[in-house]
């Protein structure tokens, strides 16, 4: 038996990529996808005959962020929804609103491309027109009540703190008269509880002292985000041929697949995805006990010799010293053979504490590898401890 989980194709730009063979208008748009985002799976299974559905249909999500240090890198990390859903307004290089911020992924998306002449005369991306960039805003109380997301963010620098409006406006470049007529309407529209997009809910709004709010702000863009089409699965996963047969032996679970979010897949549906199909592939499918050895017995024990403290400056953690930090208040974790303290970055984490002080003195590589890229630890080199000892 085979599983394909690889993925969707958004990544891929190159000639002969299924982007340029079926959306080339957004080659040059940045994604969320990871660098292993080409279509190989999808690739694989249709050359044993594996059919296809719904190839040309590509969720573009409004907010990817603009990493400053690289604001080029056509590889972003997404922006939740939730950083818009406590309060977080989106503004122009004008310092004005233009949307409901609480709208779908595609209606904002579309309020964006708005912006652009070509789409607005057309309905229709240009190929070579240039990706608009947006300011995501964030009051106080707003980045209160999203305060994990923040300090993840603020951490990776792709949120800045403003002391005040005309910071604000300094870092955005608009004028301030501008952006205050639009922080002061917005309040307007809190108390009126509608706003002329329709928006009716209002969450974290500035205070009535602009000139002493404390702001958080970040540039975001339009991002590919997810790849609804894929090769065709049944209910329980099979893989079938263009002519609807099953594959046998053949299974996919998760973005590879097609067909299952239809026109344009809901926020939150992709974990779900996996998780469903994930489940239902792994258990009908039999796996060999990977401790089991190829003699049937424990396998050859190997002795190793006392390692030294550090090597080529770095320090060695072994397993029992790394295992003697378990709590939530002295948290290391060891990830792809790197021990990072995770003590203070636990409360920031998106998913809560919880998940990672279940790891506390553990080998926590698998379950990251579960959920994340192994780039994102680049970000976590001032908390790394050591290397792990094996």
């Not at 400053?68 to 004008?94: T, Y």
């Not at 549906?269 to 424990?298: A, M, Q």
């Amino acid at each position: 038996n085979v599983i394909l989980a690889t993925g969707g194709f958004a990544a891929d730009r190159s000639s002969n990529s299924y982007l340029a063979q079926l959306r080339p208008e957004y080659l040059s748009m940045p994604a969320t996808a990871g660098e292993f985002s080409t279509g190989d799976g999808i690739a694989m299974a249709t050359r044993l005959g594996a059919g296809t559905v719904d190839m040309n249909k590509i969720q573009i999500h409004p907010t990817g962020w603009v990493d400053p240090s690289d604001p080029l890198n056509p590889s972003k990390v997404l922006a939740a929804e939730l950083m818009r859903g406590v309060g977080g307004i989106l503004l122009n290089d004008f310092g004005e609103r233009f949307c409901n911020e609480l709208g779908t992924r595609a209606y904002v998306t579309d309020k964006m491309f708005q912006h652009d002449p070509h789409y607005s005369s057309t309905g229709k991306w240009s190929p070579n027109s240039t990706v608009p960039t947006f300011s995501l805003v964030l009051s106080s109380s707003a980045a209160n009540d999203g305060r994990k997301h923040v300090d993840l963010y603020t951490h990776k620098k792709l949120l800045k703190k403003m002391s005040g409006i005309q910071q604000l406006a300094d870092f955005m470049s608009v004028n301030v008269d501008t952006l205050r007529t639009s922080m002061d309407a917005y309040r307007v529209d809190a108390k009126n509880g509608i706003d002329r997009w329709g928006k009716v809910s209002f969450r974290g709004v500035p205070s009535s002292d602009l000139d002493n709010e404390i702001f958080y702000v970040g540039r975001v863009t339009p991002v590919l985000h997810y790849c609804m089409g894929g090769i065709t699965i049944d209910i329980t996963g099979n893989v079938l041929d263009e002519e609807q047969n099953v594959i046998h032996g053949l299974h996919a679970a998760g973005e590879v697949s097609g067909g299952v979010h239809g026109n344009n897949r809901l926020g939150g549906n992709s974990l779900l995805e996996c998780t469903v199909f994930g489940t239902i592939v792994g258990k009908k499918i039999p796996v060999l006990n990977h401790n089991t050895s190829d003699d049937g017995g424990d396998g050859d024990k190997i002795e190793q010799e006392e390692e030294e403290e550090s090597v080529d400056g770095e320090r060695m953690v072994k397993f029992e010293e790394l295992a003697s930090h378990n709590e939530p208040d002295d948290c290391w974790v060891a990830i792809h053979d790197q021990v990072y303290d995770l003590t203070a970055f636990a409360d920031e984490h998106p998913a809560g504490a919880g998940s990672i002080h279940v790891l506390a003195g553990t080998d926590g590589t698998e379950a990251f590898d579960a959920a994340h890229s192994i780039g994102i630890l680049e970000d976590f080199d001032e908390d790394k401890i050591g290397v792990l000892v094996r």
